[in-house]
């Protein structure tokens, strides 16, 4: 099977800063993409940024500038660094990854249990 493992999340005042990681375990053939989406109360989730496996990266508009996603392929890990956190960050933010198990043919998306991200002083 396939495990997404996020840490880092947590309470943080407004400007400060936070990484959260995302680490994926299991038989993994290959990953396309990985990234973070989250969810606030009462909120639809949104994707906040992904990287591609050739190094690209897309983020939300309301992050960019602020937020930088990074990857470690030898790890299959994913990391977020988010500065200048604004109380409209606030959310649980999980982790995704589309990838191709070792004995399937295609290319599936797991989660992760998800991170509370708080932002409040």
């Known amino acids: 099977q396939v495990q997404l493992v996020e840490s880092g999340g947590g309470l943080v005042q407004p400007g400060g800063s936070l990484r959260v990681s995302c680490a994926a375990s299991g038989s993994i053939f290959n990953i396309n993409n990985m990234g973070w989406y989250r969810q606030a109360p009462g909120k639809e989730r949104e994707l906040v940024a992904n990287?591609?496996?050739?190094?690209?990266?897309n983020y939300v508009d309301s992050v960019k500038g602020r937020f930088t996603i990074s990857g470690d392929t030898a790890k299959n890990t994913v990391y977020l660094q988010m500065n200048s956190l604004k109380r409209e960050d606030t959310a649980v933010y999980y982790c995704?990854?589309?990838?191709?198990?070792?004995?399937?043919?295609?290319?599936?998306?797991?989660w992760g249990q998800g991170t509370q991200v708080t932002v409040s002083s």
């Open positions: 995704y990854a589309n990838l191709k198990h070792a004995y399937y043919t295609n290319y599936n998306t797991y």
């Open positions: 990287i591609i496996r050739d190094g690209t990266t």
